[in-house]
């Protein structure tokens, strides 16, 4: 039972901002959506999380609509470092997990 | 550095062995995590801690993974006789015990069963 819905994969020009979409429509009022990243052959990096403000900081900002559905991780200016698997979660509600999916693949191009 | 640490980065082993693996936390956190990534999946919760106590663990595989955390910072996952299905990743996270903190994880064990 997926939380979130995800593109399997995009492309971005580097030096472009990357815009990557989340659907989350089963949301509940008090559950936080969640970006990480994760890199070949490393742990999952955490970006990013917020319950309904958008919220930015130094790797990224975070868009969430305001019926709180949907919501785009934006990467301001895309470098080739940024290439890696994004997921989107959100926090099960009971227990403390994550439920990651298989995430977007993100491929910044020269 | 004072992120998740775990120990080792890669083990190969027969089927039919035991195997452990360590996770040290970051220091602060209370709670921590195991997770198992298999090709081409997310990360799959396996179970957690706060502090030494195990408050979820009917996600783990099978009754030959069990975990623990004797004195509330390092963790152990121990799997017993090793079967061929058990080649994954195997990911620890920290986290403070308010519900909206973040994970923050380490860069995991890569089990491989011969």
């Known amino acids: 039972d997926a939380k979130t819905t995800q593109p399997t994969s995009m492309d971005c020009a580097e030096g472009r901002a990357a815009n990557l979409p989340c659907n989350h429509s089963t949301i509940s009022g008090n559950e936080y959506v969640y970006w990480y990243r994760q890199i070949h052959s490393q742990g999952p990096q955490y970006i990013i999380h917020g319950l309904k403000n958008n919220e930015t900081n130094e790797m990224a900002s975070l868009i969430i609509t305001e019926d709180r559905k949907s919501s785009t991780l934006i990467l301001p200016h895309a470098t080739l470092r940024d290439t890696a698997v994004y997921y989107c979660i959100v926090r099960v509600n009971t227990g403390n997990q994550f439920y990651f999916g298989t995430g977007t693949s993100l491929t910044v191009i020269p | 550095d004072t992120g998740v640490s775990q120990d080792p980065r890669h083990k190969i082993t027969k089927r039919g062995q035991n195997v452990t693996f360590r996770c040290d936390p970051i220091s602060e956190h209370n709670r921590l995590y195991w997770y198992r990534q298999t090709l081409g999946q997310g990360p799959e919760f396996l179970t957690y801690f706060q502090n030494e106590a195990q408050l979820e663990k009917s996600r783990l595989l099978s009754d030959r993974f069990s975990a623990e955390r004797p004195k509330g910072s390092f963790s152990t996952l121990e799997i017993q006789r090793t079967e061929q299905g058990d080649s994954a990743m195997y990911l620890c996270?920290?986290?403070?015990?308010?519900?909206?903190?973040?994970?923050?994880f380490g860069d995991g064990t890569r089990l491989s069963i011969l």
């Open positions: 996270a920290s986290s403070f015990t308010e519900s909206n903190q973040p994970q923050h």
